[in-house]
């Protein structure tokens, strides 16, 4: 059974730091691809970075060079470091996977390719 749990999000101050964790459990994730997306109300869910299957990280332009995404294999845990962060960095952020071995050509993906998501963790950036 695939299961995702978020945590790490908070409040802080425009051009803080946050770092989000998301720890899956129920088999091994090694090969699959994971990822960041975020959501505000009244608007589509929005990529924010994915770890490609081959270990590549893939960046939305909104939040290349301030986020760096990583994933430990061993642990099978993914992070999300987030500098420099903006108000319009705030909404819910979603861990998400698919069992499925895939690269996206350096894009990061729409949401409706990963079938496996989380709870949500908040992140609220006031300026």
């Known amino acids: 059974q695939v299961q995702l749990q978020e945590s790490g999000g908070g409040s802080v101050q425009a051009g803080g730091s946050l770092r989000l964790s998301c720890k899956a459990s129920?088999?091994?994730?090694?090969?699959?691809?994971m990822g960041w997306f975020r959501q505000t109300p009244g608007k589509e869910r929005e990529g924010v970075a994915v770890?490609?299957?081959?270990?590549?990280?893939t960046y939305s332009d909104s939040v290349k060079g301030r986020f760096t995404i990583s994933k430990d294999n061993a642990r099978d845990i993914l992070y999300l470091q987030m500098n420099t962060l903006k108000p319009e960095d705030t909404g819910m952020y979603y861990c998400?996977?698919?069992?499925?071995?895939?690269?996206?050509?350096?894009?990061?993906?729409?949401?409706?390719?990963?079938?496996?998501w989380g709870q949500g963790t908040q992140v609220t950036v006031s300026s």
């Open positions: 770890v490609e299957s081959n270990g590549s990280p």
């Open positions: 998400a996977t698919d069992l499925v071995w895939a690269t996206y050509g350096g894009i990061v993906p729409s949401h409706t390719k990963f079938n496996y």
């Open positions: 129920g088999k091994s994730y090694a090969w699959h691809p």
